[in-house]
T-cell receptor, first 114, second 113 residues
Framework: KAGVTQTPRYLIKTRGQQVTLSCSPI?????VSWYQQTPGQGLQFLFE???????NKGNFPGRFSGRQFSNSRSEMNVSTLELGDSALYLC?????????????FGNGTRLTVT | GENVEQHPSTLSVQEGDSAVIKCTYSDSASNYFPWYKQELGKGPQLIIDIRSNVGEKKDQRIAVTLNKTAKHFSLHITETQPEDSAVYFC????????????FGKGTSLLVTP
């Protein structure tokens, strides 16, 4: 069974631009979550989607947004990029929302903002 | 909100020895505690998890213990091998938070032959 797939793996953007990251969950998984990983702040929760609805949102500015499609695939968007947005963005999927089904992570998209 | 603290930040052991990583959490409503292993260039991989109605769980060389009263949980790896070298993260979440995991800062484990 294929794991969580994130594209692209690497991305370099300039400050002020916007970026869209894509995530394909494990087949059959309906919940998709996004996390930001940085050396200073560690792993931080961005948001979770289940059945195309945002279920929960972390403490990030409105420049960070996401959506989920009917096939459970998800995208996240960051507008007006700042240098501090440089990070590894991880997508994770699970069968359902909540801790009853384990969370499986992809290998991430490494975003560098210059 | 939930605050998860993880110790130590780095741990070096010899092959065959045991390794213990400890985490504390602040939110008494947290009820799910997974542990993840992250290798260089990869995403975190779930290695074991425990729920608040269980005090201990074991899977081969890996075990996790939970003390709800003290609000701490630990990861125990026995008979360590060089391939256990990685960064390990503990996390905590509460049932009604969707899937918002609060992670510790990680422990870099090095197993030397």
């Amino acid at each position: 069974k294929a794991g969580v797939t994130q594209t692209p793996r690497y991305l370099i953007k300039t400050r002020g631009q916007q970026v869209t990251l894509s995530c394909s969950p494990i087949s059959g998984h309906r919940s998709v979550s996004w996390y930001q990983q940085t050396p200073g702040q560690g792993l931080q929760f961005l948001f979770e989607y289940f059945s195309e609805t945002q279920r929960n949102k972390g403490n990030f500015p409105g420049r960070f947004s996401g959506r989920q499609f009917s096939n459970s695939r998800s995208e996240m968007n960051v507008s007006t990029l700042e240098l501090g947005d440089s990070a590894l963005y991880l997508c994770a999927s699970s069968l359902a929302t909540g801790s009853d089904s384990p969370l499986h992570f992809g290998n991430g998209t490494r975003l560098t903002v210059t | 909100g939930e605050n998860v603290e993880q110790h130590p930040s780095t741990l070096s052991v010899q092959e065959g020895d045991s390794a213990v990583i400890k985490c504390t959490y602040s939110d008494s409503a947290s009820n799910y505690f997974p542990w993840y292993k992250q290798e260089l260039g990869k995403g975190p991989q779930l290695i074991i998890d425990i729920r608040s109605n269980v005090g201990e769980k074991k899977d081969q060389r890996i075990a996790v213990t939970l003390n709800k009263t003290a609000k701490h949980f630990s990861l125990h790896i026995t008979e360590t091998q060089p391939e256990d070298s990685a960064v390990y993260f503990c996390a905590a979440s509460r049932a009604n938070s969707g899937y918002a995991l609060n992670f510790g800062k990680g422990t870099s484990l090095l197993v030397t032959p």
